[in-house]
């Protein structure tokens, strides 16, 4: 199956990816071959059948509204790459 | 037998009749670290000084008769579990200084146990991969002959057991990277039932997959692990609550009346004939102890490795959209938008085969080719969900080789992703179903490399492939063997 270099850049930018065109090229060719091999699914009738997204049959685990500890802003702000002591800082997004 | 070539179930003896104190386990075990680990590599991450310290505290606790079941214990954890205070990097660049502000729970019930936590070894990065090769700092070694794999993506759990640089570890198997190295390292390797141990501080691949199980150098100690290991965890809601049975009341001789199915799909093509014939010596061996061996179907088999690399990338690619630099692991300074800033951190940070399947995950579930991909995968993993069920109406457990081969040689198919893929072709229906499977040590290649035997079951049935892995291990008498030429 072949996919462009387009596909690929542009499935890269949806997954935040930058990729240089040597990769982009290397990834169509393997990213073809994969989707060839995938396409074996095709060789079965799975009309009616109903998609499997959990392997054990559980129910939503819910709980009660209440406020419980959670962990301490410090921690949390500790592995920050760049942090004011309040807030995670980035660039600007606007 | 020094030490550091000992299993749990014997230093527990030695350690409550005091006839070796937990500190002496820990110098035996960093010393054999230090003379070994410049040939396996295992470690990503290990403290002298913070082990020696945990068996002090240890030794203490086995004064007072206070200590946990895993008391002075040394080790390992794959590096994918939170450990707090102790890096976590996942083999990832993108975590290289990452120290996880809290303990996954698996860890939690480990410290509970009094256990000497030795260190975080080395796997493929974020778990994707089945040779350990994409860990960016480095591959493990197969302690059986250095130039070889150990297996993935817990090759540096199966290689610090292997190498005895630990007396065992926890790992984690999402298509089978528990069971594989365990297979190509020669010990034990159990990934149980999904949902029987919690996934709270698993750094996430797929997450409907993923799960955490020991790998050990007998069945003895990966009863031991599991008794301390499972249980219900409000913090995962996928957990079960499930009562936990003492899983050492598996570990019974005979297998009479118990019937073993030999799945035909399993002895595939290019299955190698001495893995084939090993697997048979260990059927054998099973019919010996009492067993009726049966031949069943799971008709879907050659399927499975298609659903898995669309479902499993589809996964990942959601979980790992997490790792964008804002709060935590590297990030790249000299951005100057957001958007920038998210790409060339990942771009950087990630390592090939993590891209591909992030590429390959986005793909099948982007607008227009949903259905054609992820949700044909999903289907298709019904019916191989459904095999099992109807098989196990003809029979208790399933028996079949772990992988294709022995162990290859290191960057023999560094460059033909789709080989190693195919290569978890045994493995993989276990996690898509969510049943238990474990490996068991049950012969050598010529050349020397370990081969595995698989058990499988039925979900939640742990008891009966521990019993069965253990009257393997009896009735072959091969467990004490280790590698001699480290």
């Not at chain 2, 809601?237 to 005979?254: I, Y």
Request: charged share 25%; with cysteine.
């Amino acid at each position: 199956m072949k996919i462009t270099p387009e596909e690929i850049s542009h499935v890269a930018d949806l997954a935040r990816l930058r990729l240089s065109s040597d990769e982009v090229e290397a990834m169509a060719g393997q990213l073809g071959d994969i989707l060839s091999y995938v396409a074996k699914l095709n060789e079965l009738d799975t009309e009616g059948i109903p998609p499997m997204t959990h392997a054990i049959s559980i129910v939503n685990a819910f709980r009660e509204d209440e406020v419980k500890p959670s962990l301490d802003r410090e921690k949390i702000l500790s592995n920050g790459p760049q942090q004011d002591g309040e807030s995670f800082v980035v660039p600007r997004i606007i | 037998m020094a030490l550091h070539a000992l299993t749990i179930h014997e230093l527990q003896e030695m350690l409550a009749k005091g006839r070796v104190s937990a500190v002496e386990v820990a110098r035996d075990v960093l010393d054999r670290i230090a003379k070994v680990e410049d040939k396996v590599r295992a470690y990503i991450t290990f403290d002298r000084e913070l082990t020696l310290e945990q068996a002090e505290a240890a030794d203490k606790k086995l004064k007072n008769g206070t200590g946990g079941s895993l008391c002075g214990i040394p080790l390992s954890i794959k590096d994918v579990l939170c450990t707090e205070g102790m890096r976590t990097t996942c083999g990832s660049r993108i975590l290289k200084n990452f120290v996880p502000p809290y303990d996954a729970t698996s860890v939690v019930k480990l410290k509970q146990a009094d256990a000497v936590l030795v260190g975080k070894v080395a796997m493929d990065e974020f778990a994707m991969g089945s040779t350990s090769e994409n860990c960016a700092f480095g591959p493990p070694k197969n302690p059986w002959n250095i130039d070889y794999i150990c297996g993935g993506s817990s090759g540096g759990s199966a290689a610090s057991v292997a190498a005895d640089e630990c007396i065992a570890s926890l790992g984690t198997d999402t298509g089978g990277s528990i069971r594989q190295p365990a297979s190509h390292c020669g010990v034990v390797g159990l990934k149980p039932t999904y949902g029987r141990v919690s996934r709270y501080g698993l750094v996430a691949f797929a997450s409907s997959l993923d799960q955490i199980g020991p790998l050990t150098k007998d069945v003895t100690d990966c009863a031991l692990m599991m008794n301390v290991i499972s249980g219900y965890d409000a913090n995962d809601s996928t957990s079960v609550p499930r009562e936990v049975p003492d899983f050492r009341n598996s570990l019974k001789d005979g297998l009479h009346g118990l019937k073993i199915g030999i799945p035909k799909e399993y002895f595939i093509e290019g299955l190698d004939p001495e893995v084939e014939s090993n697997v048979h010596k260990g059927i054998e061996t099973l019919r010996d102890a009492g067993a009726e061996i049966v031949e069943v179907s799971l008709p879907h088999t050659d399927y499975c490795v298609a659903v898995y690399y669309l479902i499993a990338p589809a996964e990942a690619s959601s979980n790992l959209a997490r790792y964008d630099g804002v709060k935590y692991g590297f990030r790249d300074m000299s951005s100057e938008t957001l958007l920038d800033m998210y790409k060339n951190t990942r771009s950087q940070g990630f390592g090939d085969e993590v891209k591909r399947r992030i590429i390959i995950g986005t793909y099948a579930l982007s607008s227009g080719y949903y259905d054609a991909y992820y949700k044909k995968a999903s289907q298709v993993r019904t019916l191989i969900t459904e095999d099992y069920r109807k098989a196990f109406e003809n029979c208790d457990v399933l028996v079949s080789p772990v992988t294709p081969t022995p162990a290859w040689k290191l960057a023999e198919k560094i460059d033909d992703p789709l080989s190693v893929y195919l290569s978890d072709i045994l493995t993989i229906s276990a996690n898509l179903a969510g049943i238990p499977g474990i490996s068991v040590p049950c012969g050598f290649s010529a050349k020397g490399l370990p081969i595995g035997l698989q058990i499988q079951g039925a979900h939640f049935q742990e008891e009966k492939l521990l019993n069965v892995a253990y009257n393997l291990e009896q009735g072959l008498n091969i467990s004490r063997l280790r590698p001699n030429n480290l």
